[in-house]
């Protein structure tokens, strides 16, 4: 019995994934958004110590491989793309035009077959091909902020906004490799952009806040693109 409960510990932690993304939807719908925001962090946070928690016990499974991204799908594909969906009926769309926030959840069809693409490639076991669904809803999370700061208007048009969608729904299928923040050893050398992205992303963080992960996700796209051109060098 014991071994049983170690055994689906991690599993118990992917379940708490699934419900803050489902609240994160009900939030997004009522259009308390920096809640949802918060909600979506969290499940970010909870899908880490998931995986960590498996390794941690030796307690990684089928079941919980395939848990582990229906629960994203939740979290990190419906949840942002409900978030998005709101910011776009928060504009006054035309009439012949109102249909188009529900666009917004191409985002989740694209974050469900990004999962999908990810499970049965074991290419990405130390890398990633195609934005991480995490850092899309970061992404998308964070724009709950930025809608706050007039700033930052232009962004939320309704032009802007499809714009967004679109980049984002191709930025999950696509094959642009990008690193992963999965350490094999802690010395600087193979590591530099990783540490980068880290310490980096703690000055923006202390700056900005939460606004500032907008920043850093495409931060995280700049490096990996800049780390393929130099690994491309190396080959060559």
């Known amino acids: 019995m014991f071994n049983s409960i170690k055994k689906n510990i991690p599993n118990y932690i992917t379940c708490l994934n699934i419900l803050s993304g489902c609240a ?3 939030f997004a719908f009522e ?3 920096p809640v949802a925001a918060y909600l979506i962090v969290a499940s970010a946070i909870i899908d880490f110590f998931d995986g960590f928690t498996a390794r941690l016990l030796n307690a990684k499974s089928e079941m ?3 848990l582990d991204s229906l629960a994203d799908v939740v979290s990190f594909g419906v949840a942002p793309a409900a978030i998005m969906f709101r910011l ?3 504009n006054n769309f035309s009439v012949e035009f109102e249909l188009l ?3 917004s959840f191409f985002i989740a069809v694209f974050s469900a077959w990004r999962l999908a693409k990810f499970n049965l490639d074991e290419k990405q076991a130390d890398s990633f091909i195609g934005m991480p669904t995490p850092a899309c809803a970061l992404f998308i999370a964070s724009l709950s902020f930025l809608n706050q700061n007039t700033v930052f208007s232009w962004l939320f048009t309704n032009t802007s906004l499809l714009i967004i969608t679109a980049i984002l729904c191709v930025l999950l299928v696509s094959s642009l490799p990008l690193f992963s923040l999965k350490f094999k050893n802690i010395r600087w050398k ?3 952009f990783r540490y980068s992205l880290i310490i980096l992303s703690v000055i923006l963080l202390s700056i900005f806040q939460f606004p500032a992960v907008t920043l850093i996700v495409i931060l995280y ?3 990996s693109i800049i780390q393929n051109i130099v690994c491309t060098k190396k080959i060559q």
């Open 221 to 223: 796209l700049f490096l």
């Open 101 to 103: 926030p529900y666009l």
């Open 24 to 26: 994160a939807i009900v």
């Open 64 to 66: 919980g491989k395939e």
């Open 88 to 90: 776009m009926m928060n």
């Open 31 to 33: 259009n308390k958004l």
């Open 190 to 192: 193979g590591n530099e």
